[in-house]
């Protein structure tokens, strides 16, 4: 029996989310100037309230904006690695560093999965000893420039259970010989702690904390 422990990154193990603060990390680091579209941001926002555009389009969107149409991945690397160190240094549970470093000497395989941009998740994923990255993935072209467009589907809600699912097929894992602990704050995961063997709402949001406590699984505070 293979064991994992599946986690979602912001909220979960970060205090706060991760990808609008990586924008502006990016935007200070490199391109200042890039303030002067604030003003558009928005109306991105106000697109996705009024169902106008997907949540996928909103965060294409603010990347344009905040850290460009085409920047070199290996140009931005150095200013990756600086958040990931900013994310560990200010923004993370100390329990739930503690619960990740238990599950693996458990004998678990880490899995890192969020909707975040897996442009700065692997950094943040090393800092933790995760073994392996679900995330939202970025198209990169062969000259390394990082487009604003996601390849497939935002990492989130069901398709991140899809993607958890591609990647036991990837690992030829059949679901019956994998043992699965997942862990996230948010109900837009309820696909994922369902499809669990055992569920964690860790510092759940008010909808999954009441949901958690419907389907019996444990509730931990790590505030």
Known sequence: MTKLAIYDMDRTITVRGTYTPFLFHMLFARAPWRLVFLPLLPFGFIGYGLKL???????????????????????????IESYADKVMQGNSYAKAIARVEADRNEGRKLVLATASYELYVNAIAARLGFDEVIGTRLKIDEQGQVLPEIIGENCYDEAKLNRIKAFLDEQGLTRDKVHIRAYSDHVSDAPMLEYADEA?????????RLLAKKR???IVDWG
């Open 53 to 79: 555009i997907s949540r996928k389009s909103l965060k294409t969107y603010n990347q344009r904006l905040l850290l460009g149409s085409k920047p070199n991945v290996a140009q931005l690397q150095p200013h």
């Open 216 to 218: 019996g699984w444990t």
């Open 200 to 208: 964690v709402a860790t510092t759940p949001s008010a909808p999954l």
